[in-house]
């Protein structure tokens, strides 16, 4: 194995070991940056001058003997909506291609107190909003097992990285399942924290009450170390939670027995791709083999409803989250042609107009028509009580059981220009949203591949217990391959139809 | 105006004279260089939060409680959402369907009656910032956001004002309250007192309510009370002529002393409330409402009352001197080491608050302390100094902050009781004024004056007036 496709605890022990030094470790994941991302694309902002200082200073500090947390020296990147001082934030959108914050996100400097060294800036949907990196302002990303496909997204970039080398981890946010699902399509393991667990302060809103920030792994043990680092209390996000953080590594036992599985029926549906539906039930008998008991479960509202209240909950925040962007203080401003001047209304309108792309709109304007006089009854308050509902619903299930088992997404990973109406894309989260809404912790891991295209697991529980996420996890991983494949990042679809045609000729 | 009876609430925002600001932790100053207290969190840079300034909720219990409001156990914050470059976030935290305070009353004392205003809500918000226009042609505007996210008490009476008089004198008793509890400045001038009034006019004895206009734009309770007055008249005079009021803004003029259309209703914004999920709702307890309770300090009327009572003041000195807290604080003080409360009263009501007015000069930074005053009042008592003396002592003391003791050696301003020093000038008086003295023996009383009069002269003021009266008196 390359250095690159190592992960962030065995790059530690490494570390420890001094057969490597931090130096090796941040130059080979640069070099195998430079060598693919012309075709993976992940990345927006490479700070590779920066990067190797940082790694330096790790290596000289740990030459004189300092003890230094595990993810000390480890290369990672962040989602390019996480704000970072001094390097710029796009949101992968025109409104911020020159923002650069004078802060930074109280997780990027957790991360750095850690001595974890900052790669660069990644991909991803415009202000988070969409499932395939496909509408970032500057390109889309290519899923590197399958580069003619999309990574997922929102947090496309960072998933893509991770599976391609490109970071030995990321971090991305997750509003609908911004997170697992990319995780899914790429792979790799993705988690989506218990709202209030890990601040939002300095992350770019997107939907203020589901934004949650998190991990994007090669395995669930780097998952741990990394919510080791980021979660916990933060002053500056009133909705973040005072509790005690545990280790969370400490909940890799492996053993799962006696485990109360929900496996949840209305996410077996007809909407879901019989090939991802087949390597998911392989992984439920997998969870029963381990000592699991698995049972059906069900979440009829949360299965039911979860998307429009979705689409009617995180427009209406959106709408008014973005409304900052007005070309006033900073970020992308209209400026007329020479001799013509605008009206302030005639520069928001520009601004706005040219500074966002078409989903981002769209977003916005369905978002201020469900907050509007006489919709906001019919649409926002009521998407507000069904939201209730949707939580009462998994209580009930919590009774029952310690997790919830469904596949991540209902489908593989999908051609890219593949889903052209937005509505198919907002059905590609219809497993991932209910968590959010709900606020609960999940997580989504590799449970096998489909001709080469990987299909994730996710795993829900109640507010709080990732413990429980990472033992059914980590026993689930332990005892499967599919987190140890690596991706071939290279154009199936493509040379498949190619290959295709020369038979038909 | 008596087929009409006006029906007049109030809107009052508040500026909380807080230590930072609403939501960040930059300074809550006022007249600070332009964008100098600004922090990341409330110019809206993105991915910023904000969080609650306790003190914020903590002031905003302590007006309610004065204003017998009933204290929410929950509250939230919710956005109104606008566009304007003085609002950063294109939204204002404020409080829409769950305020912090409701149900409250003020008691305010017109000539001769009492009317008890209701209080329907107080709620908690953020100022935004000040828009500069370019001057002329200008083609820019410039935006100082230092006033941006200072936290707002929004306080909204029910409809039970009738009189243009009644709605001022509730402001003024509401700005007294605001002092006393330290919460506010409530500088009209400054801009942390802003008030908007709503009215309509009834047919009087009636129960109906008839479409309300708003007026904007007042910049002191005089004008609140000019523009409700004129508003009136022009109401009257539609209703008289067979016309109705329609639903508007209208904007007073201070110069033509008119209300003008600003808006009207058609063009009302859309605010798209709803509740803001980066604030967390509050919930409160009645310890804590109790706890503020109980360290409310004594309001207005409740001093005013105890003034009479335990220094048999009138009511009149009573209310004047308890018209704000650094004033009845200053008179207590006082009256802590004198004996004769009625006789600081005078000194109090008539000299300070004449020198105060006249320097332009804040109580709170009056040279001339309650000690001050004490020893000077002591002094008089001794006969050390007469009470004309006392008057320029007063006055050097309020310039100078030196003590009355130090003003009457220097300026030699000590009372002459000597008697025989004043005798041997009353003797010569008389000796050179044979005629005046003829006519005090005639029945001429007014001579007595005379000489009083040509003693104080003579000794500048000094004579001790008493001595002066005996000695004259047993000469002639």
């Known amino acids: 194995m390359e250095i690159f496709d190592l992960t962030a605890h065995e790059l530690s022990d490494l570390l420890k070991k001094r057969e490597i030094t931090d130096i090796e470790i941040t130059s080979a994941v640069l070099k195998r940056i430079q060598q693919i991302d012309g075709d993976v694309r992940a990345y927006v902002t490479i700070t590779e001058e920066n990067a190797l200082n940082d790694a330096r200073n790790v290596h000289e500090r740990r030459n004189k003997g300092d003890a230094l947390p595990p993810l000390a020296g480890i290369p990672m990147a962040l989602k390019d909506n996480f704000c970072t001082k001094g390097v710029r934030t796009t949101c992968s959108s025109r409104m911020l291609e020159d923002f650069i914050p004078p802060y930074s996100a109280t997780v990027v400097d957790k991360l750095l107190e850690n001595s974890a060294v900052l790669l660069g800036k990644l991909n991803m949907d415009e202000f988070a909003m969409g499932s395939s990196t496909e509408s970032s302002y500057f390109f889309p990303t290519h899923n590197p097992w399958d580069l003619d496909r999309v990574p997922g997204g929102s947090s496309g970039g960072s998933a893509a990285a991770v599976a391609a080398g490109e970071a030995i981890f990321a971090l991305g946010s997750d509003t609908g399942g911004s997170i697992r699902q990319p995780a899914a399509f790429c792979g790799i393991v993705g988690m989506k924290p218990t709202y209030g667990l890990v601040s939002r302060n300095g992350v770019v809103a997107f939907a203020s009450s589901m934004d949650q920030v998190g991990p994007l792994t090669k395995d669930v043990r780097d998952c741990a170390l990394v919510l080791n680092a980021i979660a916990g209390h933060d002053p500056l996000d009133s909705t973040s939670v005072k509790r005690n953080v545990p280790d969370y590594t400490s909940f890799l036992t492996g053993e799962i027995k006696g485990k109360r599985i929900g496996v949840v029926r209305e996410m077996l549906d007809d909407g879901l791709d019989p090939r991802v539906a087949e390597v998911f039930k392989n992984a439920v008998n997998k969870l029963e083999e381990l000592g699991a008991v698995v049972d059906e479960c ?83 308050l009521k998407a507000a009580k069904v939201r209730t509902l949707i939580k009462k619903d998994f209580e009930q299930a919590f009774e029952r059981f310690d997790v919830l088992i469904t596949p991540t997404t209902p489908d593989l990973p999908f051609l890219m220009g593949e889903k052209v109406n937005p509505l198919d894309g907002y059905n590609s989260d219809k497993y991932t949203v209910p968590v959010n809404l709900a606020g609960l912790p999940a997580i989504s891991i590799p449970c096998g591949f489909v001709e080469g295209l990987p299909v994730g697991m996710q795993i829900i529980a109640p507010a709080f217990r990732e413990d429980s996420l990472f033992q059914v996890a980590y026993a689930f991983e332990q005892n499967t391959p599919y987190h140890k494949e690596r991706p071939p990042i290279k154009r199936r679809a493509s040379e498949e139809k190619a290959k295709g045609s020369d038979i038909n000729d | ?233 022009r109401q009257t005079k539609l209703y008289e002529s067979g016309g109705k009021a329609v639903q508007e803004t209208r904007a007073w003029d201070e110069d033509t002393g008119k209300t003008s259309v600003m808006r009207a209703k058609e063009t009302a914004s859309d605010y798209r409330y709803f509740p803001d999920p980066d604030l967390v709702p509050v919930v409160l307890d009645d310890e804590m409402i109790n706890k503020i309770r109980e360290e409310l300090p004594e309001l207005p009327a409740a001093r005013k009352q105890r003034f009479i009572e335990e220094y048999s003041l009138p009511p009149y000195d009573a209310g004047v001197l308890t018209s704000s807290r650094a004033l009845a604080d200053y008179y207590e003080e006082c009256v802590k080491g004198y004996h004769d409360p009625k006789k600081v009263s005078n000194w109090v009501m008539v000299e300070l608050l004449r020198l105060l007015n006249t320097n332009n000069v804040d109580i709170k930074d009056s040279k001339l302390t309650p000690s001050h005053l004490v020893e000077m009042l002591k002094m008089m008592d001794e006969g050390t100094i007469s009470g004309k003396i006392a008057k320029t002592v007063f006055e050097e003391m309020f310039i100078s902050g030196k003590r009355a003791a130090q003003i009457v050696e220097e300026k030699g301003l000590l009372q002459i009781s000597d008697e025989d020093q004043l005798a041997a000038i009353i003797d010569e008086l008389i000796a050179a004024h044979p005629e005046v003295v003829e006519d005090y023996r005639k029945g001429k009383k007014k001579a007595l004056g005379f000489f009083v009069g040509q003693v104080m002269k003579q000794t500048r003021g000094k004579a001790n007036p008493q001595i002066v009266n005996k000695l004259l008196l047993a000469r002639l």
């Open chain 2, 1 to 233: 105006m008596t087929k009409y009876e006006a029906v007049i609430g109030l809107e009052v925002h508040v500026e909380l004279r807080t230590k930072t600001k609403a939501f960040c932790p930059c300074p809550n100053e006022f007249g600070s260089e332009p964008n100098s207290n600004v922090c990341p969190i409330c110019l809206a840079m993105p991915g910023t939060l904000p969080v609650l300034n306790k003190s914020l909720l903590e002031y905003g219990i302590k007006a309610g409680l004065a204003m017998n409001c009933q204290i929410a156990h929950y509250c939230k914050f919710d956005r109104k959402n606008y566009f304007y470059p003085d609002l950063p976030k294109a939204y204002q935290n404020s409080q829409y369907d769950f305020p912090l305070c409701r149900n409250g009353y003020l008691d305010v004392e017109v000539d001769g009656y009492v009317r008890r205003v209701g209080i329907n809500r107080i709620h908690m918000e953020e100022d935004a910032g000040k828009l500069l226009h370019g001057e002329g042609d200008a083609d820019y505007s410039l935006v100082d956001l230092n006033r941006g996210t200072v936290p707002l008490l929004e306080i909204v009476t029910e409809p039970d004002i009738r009189t243009p008089e009644e709605a001022r004198l509730f402001l003024e008793n509401l700005k007294q309250i605001l002092q006393y509890l330290d919460v506010s400045d409530c500088k009209m001038e400054e801009g942390s007192l802003r008030c908007d009034a709503n009215i309509s006019l009834r047919p009087a004895g009636s129960n109906v309510l008839n479409t309300k206009v708003e007026i904007k734009n007042m910049n002191s309770f005089k004008a609140v009370q000019h523009a409700l007055e004129s508003e009136i008249a």
């Open chain 1, 298 to 380: 069900s979440l009829p509202i949360a299965a039911a409803k979860s998307v429009p209240v979705y689409h009617i909950i995180a427009p209406a925040e959106a709408s008014s989250n973005l409304a900052r962007f007005d070309g006033v203080r900073y970020g992308f401003r209209a400026v007329p042609e020479k001799g013509k001047k605008y009206s302030l209304e005639e520069m928001y309108m520009k601004t706005r107009g040219e500074g966002f792309g078409p989903e981002v709109k769209r977003r916005i304007m369905m978002g201020t028509y469900v907050l509007s006089s006489g919709c906001y009854e019919k649409y926002y």
